[in-house]
């Protein structure tokens, strides 16, 4: 490519060589046409002059040479015709007889002549072979004197004329080519500046300006080459405090953070890590399972990096996110889809007995720009004294609960013997109240029985095909006194080929749970609804009241363990029902959520189970 003061000489040298022919090519048409115009009114004019003289003396061949010796026309060729273009005299020298010379009246300017008196024509003469002017006039109406003008003469007139042009149009060229130098010139050196402050900023040295600008048409460039410098060096300044503040933050964490690559090798670590792991710190470009032997984290770090949704298959936040939409949770299942795009959680349990809670997450915002290739960072929690105490916590409340049964059925025991007895009705209405919260002291025992088991997860579920409105029909059975005491009942739509993977006493369970609940907050004389539908792997089972709701706030807290919401939903209870059914739920790889209010202005409780026919699928 040319460079542009090379393209500036040129573009110069190119519009003069076209000024330049164009104005000798019009100039010398336009003095040609100049001449031939002269030459004629030159010519008709002599031959005018001559053929007065010619009737004054009378027309004759030696007449007609003294006439061009006396009107000194050595060049030019006159001609002597009579009336019917017959040749009688001429003075052309080495022309043939005039009477072997054959008939002009077919000419032109003879024609002309005889028509009005004078023409005028340039052609070819066919006597002497060469390019003439001729003019012809009537001397009276018995002859025509004709002269012709060889052209030579004119024509070196002319080019002695275009000679001059040529000789101005070489010495415009020559200015142009000085112009179009000097021009380029000045250009580059003016550039030049603008040049290298440009560099200078490219090379990282934003302090550079451009302090003077060459010429106002650069004005603007030059605005803007200043502002961008600035811009740039606010940005840098930016950068530099962040990454100042970043590097601070990271070496002060107690947790400790892994900073990983757009191919998920290892770029940084900050100090809380490499005291963990200390082959972190002298890693880099290594991958996670050579520092932290653990599969588990590798293939967590694998299915973050990749995309959320793979050919062929949908994103689980995407199905999470339809579910949500048409049971009206939106934005629920927007959180969740973020969630899924963007974190992964696991426990990490190592050799040494150190339990780590690990967050993988990737950058946001990103996506705009088409960035899908950055890294991610994952934060390591150590949560081994968290978990120990936890243990102690289930074991704790397992003993206990186990050392409660004894004392409570013995309580029962005596208070059933105590109504049974023949004593005063006080006496016998001590016993009712001693028995009632006995029992609700044994429901409690066992709920939390049944909670520290599901904790714990020791052991596996057995999971077979189950039918979910079997597992409806135990739950109600159980219930059927409570609902029978509120005139309440349950309406199931469950497809008869509804089969999923569960363990048929704790689905019962969960259903049972469910329904309590719902019997206990729903109006009197209404209807628990139980319906159940197929979403990809999944089965979608919702538990449905007519109950006051709850509160948006509590949505989420309603599934942890002795939570109540007493001033909403109305009646107190021992707060594990809904705790347990979470655990079964997910102990089966499902999730459970509540909706309050649906888009009826109902209550509902939704979970999630594994279809059979997704299984086999799968």
Do not use: W
Request: glycine share 6%; proline share 4%; with cysteine.
């Amino acid at each position: 490519m040319l460079s542009f003061r090379t393209r500036i000489f040129c573009s110069v040298l190119v519009a003069a060589l076209i000024a330049s022919g164009i104005a000798v090519y019009y100039g010398r048409s336009s003095f040609e046409q100049s001449q031939v115009d002269t030459a004629r009114e030159r010519l008709l004019r002599e031959t005018t002059l001559a053929a007065a003289i010619i009737d004054k003396i009378g027309p004759s061949p030696t007449g007609l040479r003294d006439l061009a010796i006396i009107l000194r026309m050595p060049q030019e060729r006159l001609s002597l015709l009579d009336d019917s273009g017959n040749v009688l005299a001429d003075t052309a020298p080495g022309a043939q007889p005039v009477s072997k010379l054959d008939n002009h009246a077919d000419r032109p300017e003879v024609r002309a002549a005889m028509k009005d008196g004078q023409g005028f024509s340039i052609r070819s003469s066919g006597t002497l072979g060469t390019d003439m002017a001729y003019a012809s006039v009537r001397i009276n109406n018995n002859y025509l004197l004709r002269i012709a003008l060889p052209l030579a003469s004119l024509q070196q007139e002319i080019e002695s004329r275009v000679a001059v042009f040529t000789r101005i149009a070489i010495v415009t060229l020559l200015l142009s080519l000085i112009l179009a130098g000097l021009l380029s010139g000045a250009l580059r050196n003016s550039l030049a500046q603008m040049v290298s402050v440009v560099e200078a900023i490219s090379l990282g040295n934003f302090q550079r300006r451009l302090r003077r600008i060459p010429g106002k048409e650069f004005a603007p460039l030059a605005e803007a080459v200043n502002r961008m410098a600035e811009n740039i060096e606010d940005h840098v300044r930016t950068a530099a405090e962040q990454t100042a503040q970043l590097e601070s933050i990271l070496e002060t964490m107690s947790d400790g953070v892994l900073v990983l690559g757009p191919h998920g090798r290892i770029r940084r670590c900050n100090r809380a890590l490499a005291r963990e792991f200390p082959a972190a710190a002298s890693a880099l470009g290594a991958q996670v399972v050579e520092v932290i032997p653990s599969p588990q984290l590798q293939a967590a770090v694998d299915a973050a990096m990749a995309p959320c949704t793979a050919p062929g298959q949908k994103d689980v936040a995407a199905v999470d996110q339809a579910e949500a939409q048409a049971e009206g949770d939106t934005l629920a299942a927007s959180e969740e889809a973020a969630v899924c795009r963007q974190q992964r959680y696991l426990q990490l349990e190592l050799s040494s007995g150190q339990v780590m809670s690990v967050c993988i997450s990737r950058p946001t915002g990103l996506e705009h720009l088409g960035q899908t290739g950055i890294g991610a960072v994952a934060v390591f929690h150590d949560i081994t004294e968290l978990m120990r105490l936890e243990r102690v916590r289930r074991d704790f409340v397992a003993n206990v609960s186990h050392e409660l049964r004894t004392p409570l059925t013995a309580i029962q025991g005596y208070a059933e013997t105590l109504i049974s007895l023949d004593a005063s009705p006080e006496c016998r209405r001590f016993g009712e109240i001693i028995l009632k919260h006995g029992v609700s002291l044994s429901r409690m025992v066992d709920d939390l029985l049944t909670l520290a088991r599901l904790e714990g997860k020791t052991g596996s579920l057995d999971l077979s095909p189950v039918d979910p409105r079997e597992a409806v029909s135990q739950a109600v059975g159980m219930c059927r006194e409570a609902l029978e005491r509120r005139k309440c009942s349950v309406v199931v739509d469950i497809p008869e080929t509804c089969r999923v993977r569960a363990s048929l006493p704790h689905l019962a369970q969960v259903f049972r749970n469910l329904i309590e609940n719902a019997g206990r907050y729903a109006p009197e004389g209404s209807s628990v609804r139980i319906s159940a539908r197929e979403s990809g792997t999944d089965v979608v089972i919702r538990v449905v009241d007519d109950g006051p709701g709850i509160p948006k706030a509590d949505l989420e807290r309603v599934f942890e363990r002795f939570y109540q919401v007493e001033r909403h939903r109305g009646q107190a209870t021992t707060g594990l029902g809904l705790a347990i059914c979470k655990h079964i739920v997910e102990r089966h790889g499902g999730r459970i959520r509540a909706e309050s209010p649906t888009q009826d202005g109902s209550t509902a409780l939704v979970f999630t189970i594994s279809s059979v026919h997704g299984a086999a699928l799968s």
